[in-house]
């Protein structure tokens, strides 16, 4: 066929698209002003998984993951013609935090930057912001204390979650490796090149920012400085990148959940976020993990975080299949109840499930 002939196809293609768009954007406003009618939250985590999952499956030229980049945007945009959403999430614009979010939520959100994780939370608290979106932990380096102690301190819960591949690089305007003298950057992102580091830049002061972002605007202004940040940021500031994925580890992922008032309803392929403390006294913390396995609750996860409301006093972080309105749960979250000295439940939420090997997010 002539090239002109497939431009005008193409043409034809892009319309019936755009008319599908504006139908679809109608059916939209149609579901939002049910939902209202009904009370029910207009965001749907798991509805969005479903869709984007069942889209993914029936690719065919089309690669899967250009299908969820795509439909991710067309489901923002479509979010926002029912419910105006601002989000929070730790800035500076270029951190991790905001690639994070742009995932959760798409471009057609407004975001809202604080400076710290614990502002994330007081922002939904204080409902200047419709969500939050904070790290909490991460594959290499583990979990965030500041977002885990926000958690269990605070009234906010876990709404869903989000894996996200975290490539590290080095930007910086010196011209090369033996010319940095500092290297700034988030502890955690610091702690994840920490081998890369001492081979390369040995002789480098290593400086801690209070994000991988505001790291990168320090380094703009030293010309002997360089910036452990995402590619997103250099495009965002300018500074060129040196060396690009310096993590020590090659899968380096990073956990991030969304905050709400109000946790995710059940789907049937859950996760529970629960923090307790225990009696002091001996073989305590094993009779509370015996009560999760006499009603059939797999662990995922458990860590200790120190209480802060006395010396050596410890309160338990734990995540376990199933949602609180499993019978199993609600049994065993009214049991801890009774037995621990505090039981709190942090949030049900659908369980993150990767489309596949984890897929750079930041460009």
């Known amino acids: 066929m002539p090239l002109d ?8 293609l892009d319309d019936a698209i755009l008319k599908a768009l504006d139908e679809r954007a109608r059916v939209v406003s149609e579901v939002g002003q049910a939902k209202r009618e009904a009370n029910l939250p207009t965001y749907d985590p798991s509805r969005e998984r479903l869709i984007l999952d069942r889209l993914a499956a029936r690719a065919g030229r089309f690669p899967p993951e250009a299908i969820r980049a795509v439909y991710r945007e067309v489901m923002s945009a479509c979010l926002a013609l029912q419910e105006p959403l601002k989000i929070a999430y730790m800035g500076p614009e270029g951190t991790f935090s905001h690639a994070a979010a742009r995932s959760f939520f798409g471009l057609a959100a407004t975001y809202t ?14 409902r200047e912001a419709k969500h939050g979106v904070v790290p909490i932990e991460n594959s290499s380096e583990g979990s965030v204390d500041h977002a885990l102690d926000a958690l269990v301190d605070g009234e906010l819960l876990i709404r869903a979650e989000l894996e996200l591949e975290v490539a590290q690089c080095l930007l910086t305007r010196a011209g090369g490796l033996a010319s940095v003298e500092r290297v700034y950057s988030h502890p955690q992102a610091l702690g994840q090149c920490r081998v890369w580091l001492a081979k390369n830049v040995a002789g480098a002061q290593l400086v801690q920012s209070p994000s991988t972002a505001a790291a990168v605007r320090e380094a703009v202004a030293d010309p002997r400085a360089a910036a452990v940040a995402s590619r997103l940021a250099s495009d965002l500031y300018g500074v060129p990148v040196l060396r690009e994925r310096i993590q020590d580890h090659a899968e380096n992922v990073t956990r991030f959940v969304m905050l709400s008032t109000e946790d995710s309803p059940r789907t049937g392929h859950d ?12 073989g305590a913390l094993m009779r509370v993990l015996g009560l999760l396995d006499e009603e059939g609750i797999n662990l995922t996860r458990i860590e200790s975080r120190p209480s802060r409301e006395k010396p050596w006093d410890y309160v338990f972080l734990a995540d376990l299949e199933g949602h609180r309105d499993d019978e ?4 065993a979250q009214a049991r801890l109840a009774e037995r621990c000295p ?3 439940h942090l949030g049900s939420y659908p369980r993150y499930v990767r489309p596949g090997p984890p ?4 460009r």
């Open 5 to 12: 002939d497939l431009r005008k196809r193409i043409d034809e």
């Open 113 to 126: 930057e604080t400076t710290t994780i614990e502002g994330v939370f007081d922002a939904v608290a204080r």
């Open 271 to 282: 996760k529970t976020t629960l923090a307790f403390s225990v009696h002091d006294g001996r």
């Open 328 to 331: 199993n749960v609600a049994r």
């Open 342 to 344: 505090m039981a709190k």
């Open 359 to 362: 897929v750079p997010v930041v």
